[in-house]
């Protein structure tokens, strides 16, 4: 039978304040809470390590980037990649992931 290892520690009144609101919210102890941040950080930290350079979604997504960086700046229409990178701030700013890009040029003068 598998047994439950009891861990004590102490947080800072920020942090317990977190856990006290997530358990009232979630209805369950502060230990569950506790015990599924532990939980899902080793879980990210163990699959991590199970994944290969061509499973990686962030791999995946940084060579899709500069992959479609790299046609959109060669591509025979010139203009194509600052449409491209237009579109996808107003598609940012619509969603609210990005706030409004400022009027004016784009120097940082």
């Known amino acids: 039978m ?4 009891r861990f004590v520690t102490y947080v800072t009144p920020l942090i317990a304040e977190w856990i006290r609101k997530q358990s009232d919210e979630r ?3 502060a230990s569950i809470v506790i015990g599924d941040c532990i939980f899902d ?3 990210r930290a163990t699959e991590a390590d199970l994944r290969t350079p061509a499973t990686d979604p962030v791999r995946q997504n940084i060579f899709i980037t500069v992959a479609l960086d790299a046609l959109l700046t060669h591509h025979p229409q010139a203009d194509l990649r600052e449409k491209t990178v237009t579109a996808y701030q107003r598609r940012l700013e619509r969603l609210g992931i990005a706030a409004p890009r400022a009027q004016g040029g784009d120097d940082e003068a």
Request: charged share 20%.
């Open 2 to 5: 598998q047994r439950h290892h």
């Open 27 to 29: 209805r369950v102890s």
């Open 41 to 43: 950080a080793w879980h």
